[in-house]
């Protein structure tokens, strides 16, 4: 889903995609490249960490968020920030009663997911009228989708030896 017009060049192909904003791999990039230009925000706690832009990763940015570190939090607050503009937009098409957010980044928990639901409720179409859906972390976390790969197999095996 296009969410920036000529936007960073996506893996797919296109460009604009909201995986390159609203991603683990979005927020270990822009953490990169401020590193990589020597940029005054890097914080203290990432020169100690760190030894170079390259060993940063989506865990070390979001435990650093935890500890209060402004720029990781920042960083969060950004791709959630983007998270919840492609959740307006899916809510408009789809009008679901609950998004469940997975994948690495969802271990920032509310670091995320707050400055998401912000921007899912300044962006939604039809706010006021509409009943704003759930926006919450997937209990399973950056696991949830091996856990339903491994229940869809255990389900198909079940289903071939009832035949």
């Known amino acids: 889903m296009q969410v920036v017009r ?3 060049r996506c893996e797919c192909g296109n460009r604009g995609c909201w995986e390159q904003y609203a991603s683990g791999n979005a927020l270990v990039r822009e953490a990169r490249a401020l ?4 940029s005054p ?5 990432f020169r100690s ?3 170079n832009a390259e060993d ?3 865990p070390l940015v979001t435990e650093a968020a935890k500890q209060g570190d402004r720029l990781a939090r920042e960083l969060l607050e950004e791709i959630g920030r983007w998270l ?4 307006a937009d899916l809510a408009a098409a789809l009008d679901p009663g609950m998004f469940v957010i997975g994948g690495g980044v969802s271990a920032a928990g509310d670091l995320l997911l707050e400055p998401a639901r912000t921007a899912y409720r300044s962006h939604l179409t039809g706010r006021g009228y509409r009943p704003e859906a759930r926006i919450v972390a997937a209990e399973l976390g950056n696991e949830a989708g091996l856990v339903g790969a491994a229940d869809l197999a255990r389900a198909g095996l079940q289903g071939a030896d009832a035949s």
Do not use: K, L, N, S
């Open 56 to 58: 940063i990763t989506g």
């Open 41 to 45: 925000t890097i914080t203290d706690h």
């Open 6 to 8: 000529d936007g960073i």
């Open 84 to 87: 919840g503009i492609g959740i």
């Open 35 to 38: 590193m990589a230009a020597g």
């Open 49 to 51: 960490v760190v030894g």
